[in-house]
């Protein structure tokens, strides 16, 4: 392992399965809760987690946890009582750090449908460590919710955001989606509005993707859904960044927001620390069906298929289905990719870094005096088109790096696939 | 009795899908020359594409031995045609070795216009012709009205025509022994001079160019200096044999016989089909008649797409036509494509099959143009160009009139689809000579009509209007003047060379509307607003313009799934390489063929 690699942040991202119904916008891969074998699940999840730390502690490449993230699904669906049994092993297996950012997924009205119950549940999450919640709100117009197929109302949320901030939680982040058909951008806004009383730490905004295999996806096939048209759909995104910066929030990547903290002028504390991990190239451990990881240079990812996993962890060998050992070229390729997904855009000194890291790159990191110089010949054919891009007011080229501009943003992937 | 009267030289005639091929491949397996186990379907067509599309185009030929019921050993020279309408001269050159020919009319279908055109070819060789129904096997035959329609029709006795099924062959052991029967037996001298006749030759990496000949008298071997009588070329030969298939080494070949000669040539323009081989120390007086040399009818544009090197192009051109003496090229120079080649081929199926051959074979990237053809164009000044590229039409003040291409176009068809067919020819500027029933319900229409109106999408339009009955056989017939302009495409406002047709004054509008139309489907919305505008000269006549996209973006996080997002990512590069760049905007290279398919029901 490089020197390098030993600086790095480090994650663990947990992957709960289930939710009470399927959205019907969602692929992805998720079960409804009722009748699956989710005590089966935690408890194959456990045997991965020993497996994984175990294997770490082999290797000598163990290192303190910085974030974990327990995404879906609905996490907030499993049983306590298990969520408690699987939380304690993670932490007897890893090193977490007493500052850690530890975030729960949640779905509104799936934290307990009556007070006291949903209150005792949070002071549960409290002591397993959990500081930040993520809630699907997506939407505040009942009407909508119930088109999406979310099972919440605008009322739920309004009460489960009150239970959370009573219980002392500081650290909250509400998604809300845009573009759903029928919807004009006067109601995204509206939403957003509502949203914003809750004064949430963090707002996540993304517009709704019809995707195949998906109920909307079918719906939209047979023409009984209409998408909302792509100038409309920026016209709103934009009319939200706007709105957002102006109530005070930091946007930070493309879709995410973060409220200032005290300085305004440094960044925001309320970042989500564990998405950061994904644009910034650091190291996380996926666990959980179809998780995704990215540790000691190796890109893997765990089964899909519900049955091979707990027969995996049964027989207990890890569920990985892939791996790929990153290339440099890989490694500078994902840096550039996923780095200008960020407001602040990547810089040459980093990617340049992240390509000397792989082990295929023949060089380490003192070497490139001029890092600028190394990056744009490695991507040379790349150069003339990025210029371009930067000609049209799309992407900012300057000696530090590379960032989009607002406008760029909207058709990041043409820009982003330069790089690949 | 001479070794003469047991040789028979023989071709199959037939439309194509009547079951040439398949009667072709169970003649070899009857023979017993081929093992079956060897036998791929249609061992004749031996190119994939031609396999595929059923069609032959390169041709083969076969050496049987059957022993027939009078006790004697017979020797049956195979001569394979090409089934299809633009290889018309090749299909006289083989016939012309030949003494006999089977023509094989499906039962199912009765006689088609490509069976009537090769018919007459064989007339004109001087052949006997043994009619035999085909597919017997299946429910739908119709003997005694394919038999009616051979009569009515062709004006052959076909009472005693054999009925086959060449594909579980049925029959063929009694169409042997008409054929011998029928088929007069080659005459010849073979003590005379060498008189050759190439009807095919192909390049062989180890060997050079094979020639295969019919030898009409005299005899040819090993270490004998040969003269090309047409083109004046002298070669050694290295060796002679039979075609048993492949090459087997023979000693001699002599009058009547049909094989093989290799002699160091290397390219099979030097030993054009239709040539006569003679000894260069003892040559014959005359060349046999019928040579000509081929002659392009359709052009058009290669050029090497993005990524590709234009080095590999020039070589895998060289390679084909090293072994297809009716293809040329030279190079050309777009403005929108950069360095490519001007292509001449046969016709559209040529055309095809050679861009075809360029992917498979070569594993080649390539953009096609709009194919045209060859416009004769007379200047004020008197001169005459032909004028196979749109993009060096001289300007119009200096033209005094443009003429085209003109074909007689025989279209076989069920009469219940005339009045569609009339409408369609009508469309593409066709005009009717006359029209005669064949029989009471099969109806030739003749037409003349400009080439140009042929080679899009006529034949596709012909068999969509008939469900697939109609058959269509032409051939080129004259030069004649026609009131046409040329039509550029600008993208963004800038014109394209490679988008710039050759069209009818009277259908610009139209055209150009159609053009745009279509290409408003093909190019992808950009970042800006892109007008697609058709013009002749200074004049815009139609326009549409390709909106601008807004959103290109991944707003979800998928979970720290980067892979995921590299894949589309790569997959999205991956499509922008099949595109080609105009200044800012890019267009699908398909755009330079597809934007003529015009699919307006015309």
């Not at chain 1, 007897?92 to 949640?106: I, N, Q, W």
């Not at chain 1, 943003?409 to 820009?415: G, L, P």
């Not at chain 2, 290295?238 to 290397?266: F, H, M, N, Q, R």
């Amino acid at each position: 392992m490089t020197a390098d690699r030993m600086n790095k942040k480090r994650g663990i991202y947990i992957h709960m399965p289930f939710c009470v119904q399927k959205c019907r916008y969602c692929a992805f891969l998720s079960f409804t809760a009722e009748g699956s074998p989710r005590k089966e699940y935690t408890d194959a999840l456990e045997k991965e987690i020993k497996l994984r730390a175990a294997l770490e502690r082999d290797n000598g490449t163990d290192r303190p946890i910085d974030t974990i993230y327990i995404g879906g699904g609905t996490p907030s669906v499993m049983d306590i009582s298990s969520m408690s049994e699987m939380v304690k092993t993670l932490k007897r297996s890893f090193d977490v750090k007493p500052d850690a950012e530890f975030t729960l997924e949640a779905n509104p009205a799936t934290l307990g449908r009556k007070d006291g119950v949903m209150l005792a549940k949070l002071q549960a999450y409290r002591f397993m460590g959990i500081n930040r919640f993520s809630m699907g709100v997506q939407s505040m117009d009942n009407d909508r919710l119930h088109f999406l197929g979310r099972i919440h109302t605008a009322e739920n949320v309004a009460r489960d955001m009150d239970i959370i901030r009573r219980k002392g939680f500081d650290n909250v982040n509400l998604d809300l989606m845009f573009s759903v058909p029928g919807e004009s951008g006067d109601d995204a806004l509206s939403d957003l509005e509502k949203i914003l009383s809750f004064k949430p730490e963090h707002i996540s905004c993304y517009s709704l993707q019809i995707e195949e295999g998906t109920a909307f996806g079918r719906m939209a096939e047979s023409g009984e859904l209409t998408e909302v048209p792509d100038e409309e759909d920026r016209d709103t995104y934009h009319r939200i960044c706007r709105r957002l910066r102006d109530a005070g929030y930091e946007h930070y990547e493309i879709s995410n927001f973060a409220r200032k903290g005290d300085d305004p002028d440094s960044p925001s504390p309320y970042r989500s620390r564990h998405n950061s991990l994904y644009w910034n190239m650091d190291e996380y451990i996926g666990l959980g069906l179809g998780a995704s990881g990215f540790i000691n240079g190796i890109r893997y990812k765990n089964t899909t298929d519900l049955g091979e996993y707990l027969a995996a962890l049964g027989e207990g060998r890890l569920p990985v289905a892939e791996e790929h050992k990153n290339t440099a070229f890989d490694n500078i390729s994902e840096a550039v990719f996923s780095g200008l997904r960020r407001s602040e855009g990547i810089r040459y000194e980093d990617a340049v870094r992240a390509y000397m890291e792989a082990d295929d790159s023949g060089g380490d990191s003192t070497a490139a005096t001029d890092a600028g110089a190394v990056f744009w010949e490695i991507f040379a054919e790349a150069e003339k088109e990025a210029s371009e891009y930067a000609k049209r007011g799309l992407l900012v080229i300057d000696n530090e790096g590379l960032k989009l501009t607002e406008q760029g943003i909207d058709i990041s992937n043409s820009i982003m696939s330069l790089f690949v | 009795m001479s070794y003469l009267d047991n040789i028979r030289n023989f071709s199959i005639i037939a439309h194509i899908d009547h079951g040439k091929s398949t009667l072709a491949d169970r003649l070899i397996e009857k023979t017993g020359l081929v093992e079956a186990r060897d036998m791929k379907e249609q061992y004749l067509d031996n190119m994939d594409i031609e396999r595929e599309r059923g069609i032959t185009i390169k041709l083969q030929t076969t050496r049987l031995q059957y022993k027939a019921k009078d006790g004697q050993e017979y020797i049956l020279n195979l001569i394979d045609t090409p089934g299809h309408v633009d290889f018309n001269y090749e299909v006289s050159r083989s016939l012309a070795a030949c003494d006999g020919a089977v023509l094989v009319v499906d039962a199912t279908q009765g006689v088609e216009a490509q069976t009537l055109g090769n018919v007459y070819l064989a007339l004109d060789e001087d052949l006997e012709i043994l009619p035999v129904l085909n597919k017997m096997d299946l429910d739908s035959a119709r003997p005694d009205d394919a038999r009616a329609e051979i009569e009515d029709i062709i004006g052959l006795d076909a009472s005693e025509a054999p009925e086959i099924s060449a594909k579980t062959g049925m029959g063929i052991d009694d169409m042997l022994e008409k054929l011998i029967e029928v088929i007069p037996p080659p005459q010849g001298d073979p003590d005379g001079r060498l008189k050759a006749l190439i009807f095919d030759s192909y390049y062989d990496s180890y060997k050079g160019v094979i020639i295969y000949t019919r030898i009409f008298d005299g005899r040819v071997k090993r270490g004998d200096t040969i003269r090309m009588m047409n083109t004046g070329k002298n070669y050694e030969v290295t060796e002679v044999g039979y075609c048993i298939p492949g090459t087997v080494p023979a000693d001699e070949l002599k009058a009547g016989e049909v094989g093989y000669i290799c002699g160091s040539i290397k390219q099979v323009a030097d030993a054009r089909v239709g040539d006569t081989i003679t000894l260069a120390n003892a040559p014959a007086d005359a060349p046999l008649k019928g040579y000509k040399k081929a002659q392009s009818m359709v052009y058009c544009g290669i050029f090497p797409a993005e990524g590709e090197k234009y080095e590999n192009v020039k070589d895998a051109l060289e390679k084909l036509q090293v072994n297809d003496a009716a293809f040329n090229f030279e190079p050309e120079n777009s403005a929108a494509l950069g360095y490519g080649y001007r292509c001449g081929f046969l016709g559209l199926l040529h055309m095809d099959v050679i861009t075809e051959r360029l992917a498979r074979e070569f594993d080649l990237d390539v953009i096609t143009t709009l194919p045209s053809v060859v416009y004769k164009v007379v200047m004020k000044d008197g001169e005459v160009l032909d004028i196979q590229n749109p993009s060096n039409l001289p300007a119009p003040a200096l033209i005094a009139h443009i003429e085209e291409p003109i074909v007689k176009a025989d279209i076989m068809t069920p009469n219940e689809y005339v009045g569609s067919i009339m409408t369609l020819c009508q469309n593409r500027r066709g005009n009717m000579i006359h029209m005669e029933y064949l029989t009471k319900t099969r109806v030739q229409l003749h037409y003349e009509m400009p080439l140009n109106e042929v080679i899009y999408d006529f034949f596709d339009a012909l068999k969509s209007r008939t469900r697939g009955y109609a058959s269509l056989d032409y051939e080129f017939l004259r030069y004649q003047p026609a009131k046409l302009v040329k039509l550029d495409i600008l993208l963004n406002r800038e014109p394209i060379d490679a988008l710039s047709t050759i069209v009818p004054e009277e259908e610009a509008m139209a055209k150009g509307r159609g053009i745009c139309e279509k290409l408003k489907e093909i190019i992808p919305r950009h970042q800006f607003e892109v007008p697609i505008q058709a013009a002749i000269g200074q004049k815009i006549i139609a326009r549409e313009t390709v909106r601008a996209y807004r959103k290109d973006v991944l707003a979800k996080c998928y979970g720290g799934d980067i892979t995921r997002k590299k894949k589309l990512l790569e997959k999205q590069k991956a499509g922008k390489k099949r595109m080609r760049q105009f200044g800012s905007v890019t267009v699908p290279q398909e755009a330079f063929t597809e934007v003529l398919k015009l699919d307006d029901g015309r």
